[in-house]
């Protein structure tokens, strides 16, 4: 079934149709709030608003432009406010003096399939580079494409690429153990 | 390689994105040199993660519920326009209703002719309460033809 008619039947109020847009996207959109996220738990929670949000604001979506891309620029947004969180969440607990802490996913039954992002990729990547390197290796976007979602200019987007790529092949040149994926 | 040093230069010593961005489409997008320094899409594809598990059926669980939630707990599913389909007992009920409606209906309209016919009357009375004439009170003869509607009001100045 046609993207745009599956559109018109959510805005219809048919819930099949939403159904089918959250199968088409989640596999897409998990993918890459885990590359911006680095965890499961987080991606699953950023999808689930994901969905919540373009049902809610499917209204606004102007046809004229990539329903993926307005889907990814929403899940965008939504994994800088979980990064957020979890940064303010982090200082509180540098506040109450604690070392480690105990991150429990979300969701237990799934969490033995979960794969995270190699530590290094967190550590070195800024979040918009990550977004700019996961949907330019994953997806194919241009620079134009990427800054469409990043709600930047092409060559601010070109900029984030070149730089993750480039740290990338630093990381890959060292011979990181740490960059082994699973 | 001087033109590629030269760049690099250029593009650590000015750190505006819009320049750097420049930089990047005219140079080193098109440098085989440049581009041997940084990684490959099967490169970056190898440590991303590249296709997220099928959740679908859980996302959808949880989407679902907290749209349920929001919506009061009207049930999402049910929005859709189904054919009415109806029982015997749902025909009786109707049929009572209907015939409820026709009496009062009927009622009403009788209650309706009423007030018209009396509404009606209304400009068939005549009255006159003070006629000046000169800015004095008239001397008035009010005349009606036997047998006629008609009403004749005849007013001349007081003597």
């Known amino acids: 079934m046609d993207e745009q008619e599956l559109i018109a039947g959510c805005l219809r109020g048919r819930m099949e149709d939403f159904r089918m847009i959250v199968e088409r996207y989640s596999a897409p959109a998990m993918a890459l709030a885990m590359n911006i996220l680095g965890n499961r738990a987080d991606a699953e929670d950023a999808c689930q608003e994901l969905f919540i949000q373009v049902y809610r604001h499917l209204k606004s979506y102007d046809k ?26 982090a200082e509180l607990v540098k506040k109450m003096g604690r070392e480690t802490v105990l991150v429990t996913p979300a969701n237990p039954g799934h969490s033995h399939s979960a794969r995270r992002l190699p530590s290094d990729l967190m550590d070195k990547l800024k979040a918009k580079e990550r977004t700019a390197l996961s949907l330019w290796a994953n997806e194919g976007y241009t620079a134009g494409e990427i800054g469409e979602v990043l709600l930047c200019s092409a060559s601010t987007a070109r900029v984030y690429l070149f730089q993750a790529r480039k740290k990338i092949k630093k990381l890959l040149e060292q011979g990181d153990v740490s960059l082994q994926n699973g | 390689m001087s033109r590629c040093k030269t760049v690099k230069f250029f593009y ?9 961005g420049l930089l990047i489409r005219r140079h ?17 594809g190898s440590l991303l993660v590249q296709e997220g598990a099928n959740i679908a059926d859980f996302l959808w669980t949880e989407v679902e519920k907290a749209l349920l939630a929001e919506s009061g707990g009207e049930h999402v599913k049910d929005r859709t326009i189904r054919p009415v389909v109806m029982r015997p007992r749902g025909w009786a009920v109707a049929a009572i209703l209907l015939l409820i409606f026709i009496a009062g209906f009927l009622l009403f309209k009788d209650f309706r002719s009423d007030d018209v016919s009396s509404a009606a009357a209304v400009p068939a009375r005549f009255e006159l309460e003070y006629v000046r004439v000169g800015g004095q009170p008239a001397n008035t003869v009010v005349y009606q033809p036997q047998g006629s509607d008609m009403i004749i009001v005849w007013a001349g100045k007081s003597p």
Do not use: H, M
């Open chain 2, 28 to 44: 080193i997008e098109k440098c085989p040199r440049c581009l041997a320094g940084l990684a490959s899409r099967e490169e970056a």
């Open chain 1, 64 to 89: 004229d432009r990539s329903f993926k891309n307005w889907v990814y620029t929403i899940l965008y947004r939504r994994c800088l406010d979980q990064l957020k969180k979890r940064r303010r969440s």
């Open chain 2, 12 to 20: 650590d010593l000015v750190p505006l994105k819009p320049w750097r």
